[in-house]
């Protein structure tokens, strides 16, 4: 018998190889490279609709998930998979146009763009090269802690959720990661029944899907996936989220290091329309303003002092989003949980912020722990009792409990929020008091001076020149923006909010988005961040006699000019003109008791 020349073998197996490789390159670059010839832009379209329309990640039944998952490892794979890895843009071809556009506003994001992308797909590591080097995932692994996330959704796209699913799964390290609980708030989608309950099997022990069978909303949902969960600590995420790598170590070492803490991962963004992944800044934190609705703001030059300008070190924010954020399962009971009296989703985040601050705790945002989610515009859900319904109601039972004699400014702001039906708190105000908590003069002085409600108003409504029937208006304008002089509105009409300010006994003028503030003359007034100590920039003077409003650091007048069309408000030399006369509100006074 011949002996094998193994040389010649080693030879022909490398060639085989380079031969492949080529061939596989040829192929990638035949799919992803845009080509000015039309033939073959036309096949590239083609390839795209054909793996939208085959329902690669859509659609399949319980059979076809779960050869897809046995043969791809979970979902994904192969040359088709490539669009939107690393977190790239996916754009559609046109002949896929008119199916996006028709089947937006089921999610309110682009499921035909979220279709095409492999629910695996590779992710780029945005966290600051420091957090890579930490010690914080040594301490999270022997910390002894683990996780229960707990993911709840109601008719969420079928790529979007298993997205969530896996980059979990795949980018969360073993020990530390207890189980997946899937929360299925009523669904009615097909896809959401059998054919998911076999894809959840096929993903094994970890994964748990737990099924209500009336809709409940967000918040009651998450109690009853908290509820069922056996991790030391309860991990909330949204539905159409993609967690990236090195995620959960950092938030679970800071629990281990404070258990009072509340941990929030830097939120990036998934675009809903190309999906791609965007990263944020690593200097926003969660602020709300008088109407207690969240809001993202820049960190205040407090907060960088305090960090020491360290990008990696967390930010004591003054409130979450409430989507996102690990807390210890026994500091998440003890601290009350949710309001239950709360419905459907909208204002719980403030809540729990406030309580979280007022109740010894500390609310954070951990840089080095990143997530992307997929912001919405607006939701894509019908709500029971409507949408104004539930936002009210959540939000005056967080005034109720927790603002104290401060309830009159979402009150001033919108008068019907004094009747609205809002159940009974009188639980909520038991657990206040069994807990010792702090005043919300307290967390305002300590947690947030920044914010727009100042600690000591003396006047609360509108700013008025008498003779011409102009009110100060922020136009509803952000941060940033001029104000200017507008027709009065009646209290509790519409656009009135525009027209509400606060006098503080420190001198500054502030709307529901910031403070009023101007450096020279001719400066027109500009909404900022308060700068927490009545900086000078924004500290101002009335006289009652000549009713001007004088701005302390420049010595100058506020005037608004009556010849001009958009009736801008600015600095001037003070004079006698009716340009420069001023009625401020009436005095504040608190009517309202916090046990009420």
């Known amino acids: 018998m011949r002996s094998i020349d193994k040389g010649f073998v080693l030879k022909i197996v490398l060639l085989t190889s380079i031969f492949w490789i080529c061939t596989q390159l040829f192929l990638l670059h035949f799919l992803i490279t845009p080509s000015g010839d039309a033939t073959e832009k036309g096949n590239q379209e083609d390839l795209q609709k054909q793996q939208y329309q085959g329902g690669l990640f859509g659609g399949l039944s319980g059979r076809g998930v779960a050869a897809l998952l046995a043969r791809l490892g979970g979902g994904g794979g192969g040359l088709l998979s490539l669009l939107g890895e690393g977190g790239k843009p996916v754009r559609l071809p046109a002949s896929l146009m008119a199916d996006s556009k028709a089947k937006f506003g089921l999610n309110q994001f682009d499921v035909v763009v979220s279709n095409l992308i492999s629910v695996n797909r590779s992710l780029p590591d945005v966290r ?22 707990i993911i709840v959704f109601h008719n969420e796209a079928w790529s979007t959720l298993l997205r969530t699913i896996h980059s979990v799964l795949n980018r969360s390290p073993p020990k530390l990661l207890q189980e997946v609980i899937l929360v299925d708030d009523a669904s009615d989608r097909d896809y959401l029944g059998a054919s998911l309950e076999t894809y959840v099997d096929a993903l094994g022990a970890r994964v748990r899907l737990l099924r209500l069978h009336e809709r409940s909303g967000l918040i009651r949902a998450r109690l009853a996936g908290a509820w069922e969960a056996r991790g030391s600590t309860l991990t909330f995420l949204d539905a159409h989220c993609e967690v990236t790598v090195g995620w959960l170590e950092p938030l679970i070492a800071h629990v281990f290091i404070n258990p009072h803490s509340v941990v929030c991962p ?20 969660g602020v709300f303003s ?3 609705l969240f809001d993202w703001d820049v960190v205040s030059p407090r907060e960088e002092l305090r960090r020491h300008h360290n990008p990696t070190m967390p930010i004591r924010t003054p409130a979450m989003a409430g989507g996102l954020f690990l807390i210890r399962r026994d500091y998440f009971y003890k601290l009350g949980a949710y309001d239950e009296g709360m419905e459907v989703w909208g ?22 722990s990143r997530v992307g989610h997929v912001f919405r515009k607006v939701s894509p859900y ?21 603002l104290d004699e401060f309830i009159e400014l979402p009150f001033t702001l919108d008068p019907s929020l004094r009747t609205f039906e809002y159940g009974d708190v009188s639980e909520r105000i038991a657990l206040r008091r069994r807990l010792k908590c702090k005043s919300f003069s307290w967390y305002l002085q300590n947690i947030f001076p920044e914010s727009n409600i100042r600690p000591h108003i003396t006047r609360l409504g509108q700013i008025r020149n008498p003779v011409h029937e102009l009110c100060f208006d922020t136009g509803g304008g952000r941060k940033g923006q001029m104000i200017a002089a507008v027709a009065c509105r009646g209290v509790g009409s519409g656009g009135s909010a525009q027209q509400t300010f606060s006098v503080s006994t420190t001198g500054e003028l502030t709307a529901s988005v910031g403070c009023l503030g101007a450096r020279h003359i001719h400066d027109n007034l500009i909404l900022g961040q308060c700068d927490g100590d009545a900086g000078a920039f924004q500290k101002f003077v009335y006289d009652e006699q000549t009713k001007h409003i004088l701005h302390v650091y420049s010595n100058l007048c506020v005037r608004v000019d009556t010849t001009r069309r958009e009736l801008p408000l600015f600095l001037d030399n003070c004079a006698t ?16 008791s916090r046990t009420q």
């Open 128 to 149: 600051h090269p420091s957090c890579r080097d930490s010690d914080l995932a040594k301490m999270a692994e022997k910390s002894g802690l683990n996780t229960s996330v």
């Open 266 to 285: 830097a939120i990036d963004v998934i675009s809903d329309t190309t999906f791609e992944y965007l990263q944020s800044t690593e200097k926003t934190w």
């Open 290 to 292: 008088w109407d207690l």
């Open 347 to 368: 204002g719980e985040n403030v809540e729990m912020s406030l309580r979280v601050w007022q109740c010894g705790g500390e609310l954070l945002i951990v840089p080095c």
């Open 382 to 402: 019908s709500w029971p009792g409507g949408v104004t319904h539930v936002l009210h109601r959540n939000r005056v039972r967080t005034a109720r409990v927790w």
């Open 577 to 592: 003109s009716n340009e420069f006369a001023w009625e401020l509100p009436p005095h504040f006074h608190n009517q309202t």
